[in-house]
Nanobody, 127 residues
Framework: QMQLVESGGGLVQPGGSARLSCAAS??????????QAWFRQAPGKEREGVAC???????NYAESVKGRFTVSRDNLKNTIFLQMNNLSPEDTAVYYC???????????????????WGQGTQVTVAS
């Protein structure tokens, strides 16, 4: 079964940056024909969409991260990234990557659009 492996979380100071990565365990599962997304879940809160990138490289961001976060994809490495800048304590959460197995020209930040999920990586923003 295909698995998503995330990396790059950790402790970051307010105003700092972090870069998350997500790779598929199955090299036959190509990312560039599918949409991928990043979600996050803070303690006591529901999981929320952060950013997504479609099969056509259309991107979509939550209002709270626009201008600070950037989602990208490396098709050769079958990996997606989330560059996070100017982090604040409100960004503290477990971050999950997710993949929609279907082909789509756009992407949405709704959990039921995505069938494959990573195990999550903790990002803590604190001084």
């Amino acid at each position: 079964q295909m698995q998503l492996v995330e990396s790059g979380g950790g402790l970051v100071q307010p105003g700092g940056s972090a870069r998350l990565s997500c790779a598929a365990s199955d090299s036959e599962f190509t990312f560039n024909h599918r949409s991928q997304a990043w979600f996050r879940q803070a303690p006591g809160k529901e999981r929320e969409g952060v950013a997504c990138i479609s099969s056509y490289s259309f991107t979509n961001y939550a209002e709270s991260v626009k201008g600070r976060f950037t989602v990208s994809r490396d098709n050769l490495k079958n990996t997606i990234f989330l560059q996070m800048n100017n982090l604040s304590p409100e960004d503290t959460a477990v971050y999950y990557c997710a993949v929609d197995p279907g082909f789509s020209s756009t992407c949405e930040l709704v959990t039921n659009e995505y069938s494959y999920w990573g195990q999550g990586t903790q990002v803590t923003v604190a001084s």
